[in-house]
Structures are given as structure tokens and as C-alpha cells.
């Protein structure tokens, strides 16, 4: 497996080039948690921002989730990665005013807490915009900043239960189910970024920051793509169908001859007509009903049983073969084993190996996409807890004795 060796250096290219980074120059106060804000965090991370995460003296929720080697968190070394690692509570009055100092020479706050808890520590955006007017406020929270729900605990499992996602996921006659992985965390991340690159062009023009209020189940809802309007305009609601969709078919999941699988999409016609005559039942082609994706959805069983049929009698690189050989649309189910083992994923340095002092080495998914004059590049991994502690408080203009003493009463 070839994947890119990084370490002060790239994401599929040389090195990260400080003076390329797109987002050199912009600083961001990372004080959220698990795992929207931290993720909006990083993508601006990876792309030149100076994110100082901003963790509680005992250590941030993510030091505490999922696997680990020798002790050490792995899905924080993935989300704090390119990050500087302070701590500071916010609970103290001593926190609170660094905070305001720290936020006074940012472009971008991100935070998570429940609505009204930055107020009760007196770091409202109405005080810290008061310090620095420029500054965005990124808020991002499970229901909103308000409405009935807003004050609920909110978790990405909620925005996945409550946007439709788990009701139309799962067997016909099963459960709905929910995704093993904090999917809409990542969703809600994505836009969060994309929401903070907004503001960050808006206050080209006015001048000024601004709230950002970013409710997860509202870009989980969003995700869910036209299910609103579908049901707006047809009154249906959608069904569990396991693998199937109901807007084509031939699709789904499909087992071959020596007991691996393939994934299949019908999305555009012309890749179902190539299926059905690659699998030699171009007779079908001519039913009146197979012109339209949600008419063929209606003739699913006939569909999967002859694609199903042929697929079942070859392995899985004879059909991967044949399916490139006719242009049709296949691709094999991997885990992540599989994923490393890949070549398009290996050409296109998807996955990186990053120099860590905790771990030696690391490896994990590269950044997201490629910008071909200022890429972007994973640096460093999750640092170690308040491991910039006197580089960041010592810019503010804090003595050593004056860390120890912060440190002394768990203020640090």
C-alpha cells in the first residue's frame, strides 16, 4: 500500500509552505467538543488556520473516546490534528478573562455549550464583540439557540433519529437504524466550516463578525436532500427498503461467487441499460416501464434476481472487471483494510502518515480535497493536553510564575 508520508509536511504534495497556507493569518479559539465544532475546527486547521484548542484542565471529551494504543486516544489525534493545545477553565473568573483576551485577538470563536452558558460566564457575543467586533461566533448545538428543544442535551445520534435519516434506514420489515459513526457530527461540521468561510467573506464587506447559530438536526435534516418537498407535494413517506431506493433500480448490494460483495447504482438510464445487457437480459430493456428509475424501483425483484443471478456466479474481481469492460457503475464493499489496500485511494494520497511524538507514527485519511496552488496539510497530530499552554498564555503576556499559579488553583 502506497500512501504519503507527511510530518511537517503535505497532503499530497511537497510540503505545507506556511506562506501558501490559503488560511494563514485567520486564528481560531477551538472551545467546543464531541465532534461538530472541533471537525469545522479542523478543516479550517488543515488549510493554514492557527486553531488554539481550548480544552477543560481535566481534558477534552474526545481524550476519552474510542480506541486507543498505549493509552493514547486515536480519534483525538484525528480531530485536534494541526491544533495548539491549551487548557482553561471557563468556570473561573481567572478562565473567563483569558478568554476574553485570547478571543480579543481571534477572527473566529467556535463553542458547543448549551444556550445561555457563554452568557452566564459573561463571554456573550455581546461582550466579546464589545472587545473585538470583527469576531465570528461560530454556535453549534444539537436543536438551536432557540425553540422548545434548545436547552435539551444534543448529540448527533438525535439529529439522525429526529431528520428522518433512521426511519428511512434498515430492512423493510426491521428497525429503523442509526449509523455506527457520528455521521451527522461530520455533516454539521462540514457546513459549520462552510458557514465560518461565509461570515469570514461577509466581514470583507461590512467590516464586522457576527453569530453563527448552527443546529445539527438542521443539517441533518438538510442531507436528507428533497424528502421534504417529496412529501410536501405526494404526501408519502418514505419506507425502509433495506439496500433498494425508490427512485431506481437495479441498486444495491450484491453477492459474488466467492462471498464478497459489490455495490451497484442504476442512477442515470443509460448505466441500466449497459447492467442489463452486460448481464444478458437486454430483453427488459424493452418493457415499457424501464425508461423511468421509479418505474424499474417498482420491478426490483426482477431486476435484482437477474443481476443478482449473474453477479452470484463470478467473483468479485471477474464482476468488477466486466462492469469497467461494459462502463457500468460497480464497486466493491470494503472495510478499512480493504481501503488501504486500494489503488485509486493509494494515486490519489488519500491516506497519510503522520510523524507523532506519542506514537511514533500514524496513519489517517488526508485532508478532504486538493487545491492545486495553496494546498492544505496535516502537520501534527492531536497534541498532548495544555501542551501549548505557555506558548499561547505566554503571548498574552503571562509570566512563568504566573502559569504556575494558574496551574496551582485549576485554572490551567
Given amino acids: 500500500m502506497a500512501f504519503v508520508?507527511?510530518?511537517?509536511?503535505?497532503?499530497?504534495?511537497a510540503s505545507d509552505s506556511a506562506g501558501r497556507a490559503p488560511l494563514g493569518g485567520i486564528r481560531v479559539i477551538d472551545a467546543a467538543t464531541l465532534f461538530a465544532g472541533p471537525l469545522a475546527a479542523t478543516m479550517l486547521a488543515d488549510y493554514g488556520a492557527d486553531v488554539i484548542k481550548v480544552e477543560h484542565p481535566t481534558g477534552d471529551p474526545a481524550r476519552k473516546y474510542g480506541?486507543?494504543?498505549d493509552d493514547v486516544p486515536l480519534w483525538w489525534k484525528v480531530v485536534a490534528r494541526n491544533k495548539r493545545a491549551v487548557t482553561l477553565n471557563l468556570g473561573t473568573a481567572d478562565g473567563q478573562r483569558i478568554f476574553r483576551e485570547?478571543?480579543?485577538q481571534a477572527d473566529v470563536v467556535v463553542e458547543n455549550f448549551r444556550p445561555g452558558t457563554?452568557?452566564?460566564?459573561?463571554?456573550?457575543?455581546d461582550v466579546l464583540s464589545a472587545?473585538?467586533?470583527?469576531?465570528?461566533?461560530?454556535?453549534v448545538t444539537g436543536f438551536g439557540q432557540f425553540g422548545p428543544y434548545a436547552r435539551r442535551p444534543g448529540f448527533g445520534t438525535l439529529a439522525e433519529a429526529m431528520s428522518g435519516l433512521a426511519a428511512a434506514t434498515g430492512e423493510a420489515d426491521g428497525p429503523p437504524l442509526l449509523p455506527s459513526f457520528p455521521l451527522a457530527d461530520t455533516v454539521?461540521?462540514?457546513?459549520?466550516?462552510?458557514?465560518?468561510?461565509?461570515?469570514?467573506?461577509?466581514?470583507e464587506r461590512t467590516g464586522r463578525g457576527q453569530v453563527v447559530d448552527l443546529a445539527i438536526i438542521e443539517t441533518m435534516l438538510a442531507a436528507m436532500g428533497a424528502q421534504v418537498a417529496s412529501y410536501d407535494q405526494t404526501g408519502r413517506v418514505p419506507a425502509r427498503a433495506g439496500n433498494r431506493s425508490p427512485n431506481n433500480a437495479p441498486r444495491g448490494v450484491?453477492?459474488?461467487a466467492d462471498g464478497k460483495w459489490v455495490a451497484l447504482s442504476t442512477s442515470a438510464h443509460s448505466i441500466a441499460e449497459r447492467v442489463m445487457r452486460l448481464v444478458g437480459r437486454a430483453d427488459l430493456i424493452d418493457q415499457p416501464w424501464f425508461a423511468?428509475?421509479?418505474?424499474?424501483?417498482?420491478h426490483a425483484d426482477e431486476l435484482d434476481a437477474a443481476v443478482g443471478g449473474w453477479i452470484g456466479q463470478r467473483t468479485r474481481d471477474e464482476v468488477i472487471d466486466a462492469f469497467e469492460r461494459a462502463e457500468a457503475a460497480v464497486a466493491p464493499i470494503y472495510d478499512v483494510a480493504d481501503v488501504l489496500c486500494d489503488p485509486q485511494y493509494a494515486a490519489l494520497g488519500s491516506v497519510v502518515s503522520v510523524p507523532d511524538a506519542e506514537l511514533g507514527a500514524f496513519r489517517t485519511h488526508n485532508v478532504p480535497f486538493r487545491l492545486s496552488d495553496t494546498p492544505g496539510a496535516i502537520r501534527w497530530g492531536g497534541p498532548s493536553r495544555g501542551a501549548h499552554n505557555d506558548e499561547v498564555f505566554g503571548a498574552l503576556g503571562l509570566e512563568p510564575r504566573d502559569l504556575a499559579d494558574l496551574t496551582e488553583r485549576g485554572v490551567i
Fill in 188 to 203: 454539521a461540521g462540514l457546513t459549520a466550516a462552510f458557514a465560518i468561510m461565509t461570515a469570514l467573506k461577509a466581514r
Fill in 5 to 13: 508520508e507527511t510530518g511537517e509536511v503535505d497532503a499530497g504534495t
Fill in 292 to 298: 423511468s428509475g421509479v418505474e424499474r424501483a417498482k
Fill in 67 to 69: 480506541a486507543r494504543r
Fill in 131 to 139: 472587545i473585538n467586533p470583527r469576531l465570528v461566533l461560530v454556535r
Fill in 254 to 256: 450484491y453477492r459474488t
Fill in 102 to 104: 485570547l478571543a480579543a
Fill in 118 to 125: 457563554l452568557e452566564r460566564w459573561g463571554l456573550g457575543y
